[in-house]
T-cell receptor
Framework: AAGVIQSPRHLIKEKRETATLKCYPIPRHDTVYWYQQGPGQDPQFLIS???????DKGSIPDRFSAQQFSDYHSELNMSSLELGDSALYFC???????????FGPGTRLTVL | RKEVEQDPGPFNVPEGATVAFNCTYS??????FFWYRQDCRKEPKLLMS???SGNEDGRFTAQLNRASQYISLLIRDSKLSDSATYLCVVNMDTDKLIFGTGTRLQVFP
């Protein structure tokens, strides 16, 4: 079965640079979620989108923004990167009438 | 105090053993409950949703006690491939999943 696709899988950036992470949800899923997982931490909810509109917001820094496009894929834009942004970034998707979230393989971001 | 608490383990058990994990959550408004498993440096994978009536999927059985705000996962006939971190997850009818810190299971031959 098709799963959530994320790209890139690995990304290395310098401090103060920008990064864009992409997420392609499972076909026919209309809701995407972004999570950040630091080393030794549990995943923390950042933001979610349903039908291209922001649905819920968690602990997302102001330096980050995200959007969902008409084909339901989503992008997480991160600016003025800091060392503390180094983490695994997961995207998950679901259909709105089923709250089970399925996670993609993640993007490992390293900020040097 | 974390919203979802789990014993971090590790639980070291031989193949074929039965092992049980427990989890407590602090917010009585929690609506949905899940168990995920996560292998090292991989994504969380949904193991099962947890319902008030309890549910079973093969060797895995999950129970929910809303009155005590307690969730459990029982794994029977443990396999080597069950070695992973098991995450207890709750949701309060928002988009945000709230994760416990996980319980590590190591199954040895």
């Amino acid at each position: 079965a098709a799963g959530v696709i994320q790209s890139p899988r690995h990304l290395i950036k310098e401090k103060r640079e920008t990064a864009t992470l992409k997420c392609y949800p499972i076909p026919r899923h209309d809701t995407v979620y972004w999570y950040q997982q630091g080393p030794g931490q549990d995943p923390q909810f950042l933001i979610s989108f349903y039908e291209k509109m922001q649905s819920d917001k968690g602990s997302i820094p102001d330096r980050f923004s995200a959007q969902q496009f008409s084909d339901y894929h989503s992008e997480l834009n991160m600016s003025s990167l800091e060392l503390g942004d180094s983490a695994l970034y997961f995207c998950a998707s679901s259909s709105k009438n089923n709250n089970e979230q399925f996670f993609g393989p993640g993007t490992r971001l390293t900020v040097l | 105090r974390k919203e979802v608490e789990q014993d971090p383990g590790p639980f070291n058990v031989p193949e074929g053993a039965t092992v049980a994990f427990n989890c407590t959550y602090s917010n009585s408004a929690s609506q949905s409950f899940f168990w995920y498993r996560q292998d090292c440096r991989k994504e969380p994978k949904l193991l099962m949703s947890v319902y008030s009536s309890g549910n079973e999927d093969g060797r895995f059985t999950a129970q929910l006690n809303r009155a005590s705000q307690y969730i459990s996962l029982l794994i029977r006939d443990s396999k080597l491939s069950d070695s992973a971190t098991y995450l207890c997850v709750v949701n309060m009818d928002t988009d945000k999943l709230i994760f416990g810190t996980g319980t590590r299971l190591q199954v040895f031959p």
